[in-house]
Structures are given as C-alpha cells and as structure tokens.
C-alpha cells in the first residue's frame, strides 16, 4: 500500500526522552563494529587471495560455512537474551562475553602465519572467520535490542539510531582511510593487517565497556516474561509489516555489500588504473564521506516526510547509481569518483531508517502478544545483513574463479565484463525490488501512535482496535484462548492442527518426527558430499567444484536450521499424547489465525 501522510512531528514525553550523552555512549561502539566490516569485506578476499594466496574458491566456501551457521545462532542468540534475567539485565552480560572473544578472533583473522600452505591457510581462515561471526552475534545482537528498547518514541528512535549512523560512518570512513595509508608508506600488507585489527579490537573493547558502565537497561523490560522459541518465530512471520520490512531488507542489503567485495577487484581490473590502492581509497572516501555529509539531512527529511519516503528516494539513488557505474572503463576513474559520490548520498540513510522502522514493528508485536522480543526480532534481522554476504561475497568470488580469475595477472574480457557486471548492475536491480517491496510498508507516525495506545489500553485490561485492520484486540490475557496454550499451539502449523483436532496426537507427533528427518537428511547429504569433496580431493578442486561446495554449504546450512527448528518441536508434540488441549480451544485458535489472515 502506498505510504500515509505522515503526522505533524510530535515532541517527545520527558519520560521517553533520551539523554545526549546516552545517546554517544549507545552509539560510540558501532564506530569499531562499523570500522572492523571495512578490512574483512572489503579488504581480506583481496588479502588472503594475493597475499596469503587461499585461492577464491577456498574464501567462498569459509564464507558460506560462516553465514550457514549464523542461520542457527542469530535466532538462538535472540532467544536467550530475551530470556535472560541477572541482576545486571538481559543484554550487558552477553556484551560482556562477546566483546573480547570478538577482539581476538578479528586479531587471528587477519594474522595467519606466514608459513602455512595453501590448505592449511584455508583452513585458518574458515576457522577464525566462523569464530569471529560467532562472537560478534553473542555481543551485536544484545546491543541491538539494548537500542530498541531504550526508548518508544517514534522520533527519539530516529534520533538515536540517527547518531549511531553517524558513529557507523565515522568509523567506516577511518577504517576506509587507514589502510591505504599504510600501504602508500611502503608497509607490506600482513603488517598493515595485524596493526588495523589489533586498533579496531581495542577500540570494541574499550567502548563497549563504557557502554555497559554507563547505559542502563530498562528494568520493566528486564522483568517481563519471554517466550518459547519456535512459536516466537511463528508469531514473528505472522507481522505483516514485518515481513514487508524484511523482504525489503532482503533485497536492500545486497547493493550494500557486494560493491565492498568487489571495488578492489573493479578498481585494478576494470578501471585499470595505476595506482590501485590510492584509488580503492579515493574510492572509498568518496563513497563514505558522502554518506556522512547526507546523513543530518536525511535524519531532518525523516522528521519532515516520514522515514519510508527517504528511504524509497534512496533506492532511486541506487538504481540509477548503479546504471552509471556499468558504462565505466579504463581511464574513467574520475567520472566513478562522482558516480560513488553520488550512490554515497544514500548510504547512511539505510543505518537509521532500518532500525527505527523495525522499533516501531517491535511495537506493533507487543499490540498482539503482550510480549517485548528486541532481540528475537533483532536475530531475524541480523540474519539478513550476514545471509546477503552469501550472494554479495561467497558466490561472486566463487563466481569469478569459476570464469578464470587468476590473482595479480591481467585478466580476460570475460573476468573484466563479469567483475563489472556484479559491481554495478546487481545492486541496481535488487534496488528495484527493494523500492518495489517498500511500498507496501504500512507504519506511519499516526498509525505507529494508535498501535502505542493499544498497548497502553492492554496494559490497563482494556480491549483496543488493530490499527492496521481494524479488528478488536482484547488484551493478551483476556483472549478466548489462555496465554499458555496460545503459544504451545503455536508450536505447531494450521494443518497439523487441524489433525491435532479431527485425528489426535498420533499424527501430529509423526508430522514433527517425519520433518525432522526429511531436513536432517537434507543436511547430512549437502554437508556431508561437500565435506568429502573437500577431504577426498583436498586442494586439487578445481573452480567448478568449489562452486558447487560452496552451493552445498550454503543449502546444507540451511537445512540444519531446519533441522533444529523441528527438533525443538519434538518435546511439545510428544506432550500432546498425554496432555492434549481441549478441542474448542484448537478450534479457537484456528479461527483466530483464519480470521487474522484474512485481513492482512
């Protein structure tokens, strides 16, 4: 549906309203975070391909491996904190944990001793790369949250979410700037790699601990009950402006990530200019420094016309951006400069518009369930931003190596035509999609005000009207069928539930059994065939092969989420056969998702 007009901005109660110094403390550590994704996605494929020498292949697949897992621990990373209750709250023990696990694993990423061979190299890199994603969902994902649930106005989310994009870029723009820095003073490039991420580490770790000395959490949130995971995850994917967000996100993610992959390779191969590292940075300068210099003005449009109408104008920015950016060539590296300068303008927007729209879909969740899940929500959306480096990093790479690519030799038409193809004309095209799937995003300030009174009439034990349908909501505890039983129904779909009422248990039980092991087949086939190609042929794979893993690990990933996901359900289903809920509440809760879905 097209956007509404959006509402006359209004201030924020003293009671929401955060502090400025609050909001630096907040904000600071994304200054690291942002700062550690410029060596690793920009910066490591070239390093550990012509420096270490791990052939594209090999990264791809350590790539894939890494983003397949994050499938499995982002959800059950927002889980458990959600869950969590200490005395120091949900989040800061967990960002307490991560931080220095994380510093390290970024340190070993970009150190690998010298002395490894090819495979051994591989291996390093698979490892360490795997444990650094780890680390940083324990601590990222508790931080996200943190952000969401500091305040619940709609402006002051833009605000704070506004200035940590602005950290973001700030950091972005150093670790843009220091590298080739370093390089131009003749340092070799394992050197220039041990001191970035060895500054970048101390910088996450210092910061964060300020953070969690000086940032409080919210301690009505802290005490609120949790949820169980599976029907959590259902009842997420039921919130239809969520769904239209994510898909959004989906396809908005990519223009962002695969032009960091392949600038270096752009910038060498394609521009073929002379000095290539002075120009990756001039490049990434010019793509960065606009992105900060635009953001205060997007941040006041936001205010002005509404965070949905900012962010459509800036998928025009990188459609159109990205259409330039296909017609360069040799000696056109100045016309690229003002062409990144120009796609840079929407940068930044993405930072702050994403995270306070999905504040505002936390809060129409809290409209349905009763329930505060930042986390849960965050994991959902953390999984997006890694899972596009599967198409944006892992398959490009694959790809090139596939079409011949050879390190640090002049390449053929058909390497040069895909390198430039990739850069330019695939961001643009999922910019397209993006816009179109925005479109549909249906929270505007008035509508995200009505869904705040409803949870202010629910926690009062008042019934309210659904903003978005128009339906009658009565409170969470006040419903035909009882909190507890709502979410154990939910563990299971509309048609097992069906069975679950005309057929009993017995069925329903070997639905979850049957699924478990379709997906865990699934896994142990994809994983398993690519884990013997890996140890049957070793480092004689050539090109293709390694595509194919890479496919392999990437869908066997999947497949193992999978798998989980029905094993968690095989403990609810078992219970059924000696507590079965009463028929009239599964036919309740039936009606209830049959009447929902018919008016999304």
């Not at 041990?194 to 959490?217: D, G, I, K, Q």
Request: net charge neutral; glycine share 8%; hydrophobic share 50%.
């Amino acid at each position: 549906m097209p956007p509404s007009p959006p509402a006359a901005p209004a201030p924020p109660s003293a009671a929401h309203r955060l502090s400025l110094s609050t909001k630096l403390i907040f904000s600071l550590p994304s200054t690291a975070g942002a700062a550690i994704a410029i060596p690793i996605f920009v910066h490591m494929p070239k390093f550990y391909s012509d420096t270490v020498l791990v052939p594209l292949g090999w990264l791809a697949i350590g790539i894939a491996l890494a983003r397949s897992l994050d499938a499995i621990t982002d959800p059950l990373m927002g889980w458990i904190s959600d869950r969590t209750k200490t005395r120091w709250g949900r989040r800061k023990p967990w960002i307490v944990l991560g931080v220095p696990l994380c510093a390290v694993a970024l340190v070993a990423l970009f150190t690998p001793p010298e002395n490894l061979e090819t495979g051994q190299a591989a291996l390093w890199f698979a490892v360490f790369f795997v444990l650094y994603f780890i680390f940083h969902t324990i601590y990222d994902l508790p931080h996200y949250a943190l952000g969401a649930e500091l305040t619940p106005d709609y402006h002051e989310r833009t605000s704070l979410f506004g200035i940590r994009a602005g950290f973001i870029l700030i950091g972005i723009v150093v670790a843009t700037v220091l590298p080739g820095v370093l390089l131009d003073a003749g340092l070799p490039p394992r050197r220039v790699f041990f001191w970035v991420s060895t500054f970048f580490a101390s910088v996450l770790v210092v910061s964060y601990a300020v953070l969690v000395m000086r940032v409080p959490e919210r301690p009505d949130y802290v005490q609120r009950e949790s949820n169980p995971l599976v029907p959590g995850i259902r009842r997420a994917m039921r919130n239809q402006p969520f769904r239209v967000l994510l898909l959004t996100y989906v396809a908005g993610s990519i223009p962002g990530a695969i032009p960091g992959t392949l600038m270096p390779f752009f910038t060498e191969y394609v521009l073929q200019v002379d000095d290539p590292d002075a120009w990756l940075t001039r490049f990434l300068l010019a793509y960065f420094v606009s992105g900060a210099a635009w953001l205060p003005a997007w941040i006041w449009l936001a205010r002005r016309i509404g965070k949905l109408r900012v962010w459509l104008l800036n998928f025009g920015i990188g459609i159109s951006g990205g259409a330039g950016l296909f017609m360069m060539g040799p000696g056109d590296e100045y016309w690229v400069l003002l062409l990144l300068a120009y796609t840079g303008m929407q940068f930044g927007a993405g930072f702050f518009i994403g995270p306070a729209m999905q504040a505002d879909v936390i809060d129409y969740d809290e409209l349905h369930t009763g329930k505060r899940r930042e986390a849960q929500y965050g994991a959902f959306w953390a999984i997006v931003t890694k899972l596009v480096v599967i198409p944006s990093a892992a398959f490009p790479l694959a790809f090139l190596g596939m079409m011949g690519y050879v390190p640090n030799q002049p390449q053929s038409p058909d390497v040069i035509f895909a390198i430039r193809a990739i850069f330019s004309l695939a961001p643009a095209f999922f910019s397209l999609i993006a816009f179109f799937f925005a479109l549909r995003y249906p929270i505007s300030e008035r509508i995200h005000r009505d869904i705040q009174i409803g949870v202010a009439k629910h926690a009062a034990g008042e019934t309210t009207i659904d903003p978005l349908t128009s339906r009658e909501l009565p409170p969470p505890d006040g419903r035909t069928v009882d909190e507890e039983t709502g979410w154990m129904l939910d563990t299971f779909t509309p048609r097992e539930l069906k069975r679950l009422g005309a057929e009993g248990a017995t069925p329903v039980l070997r639905s979850v059994v049957l699924k478990s092991v379709a997906w865990g087949g699934a896994s142990a086939v994809l994983l398993g065939g690519a884990a013997q190609s890996v140890l049957g042929v070793g480092t004689d794979l050539d090109d293709v092969q390694k595509f194919g893993i890479t496919s392999g690990v990437v869908l066997g990933g999947a497949a193992l989420a999978g798998l989980l996901f029905h094993l968690v359900r095989l403990r609810p289903a078992r219970n059924l056969l000696t507590s079965p809920p009463p028929k009239e509440a599964v036919d309740a809760h039936l009606a209830a998702l049959e009447a929902s879905a018919e008016q999304v």
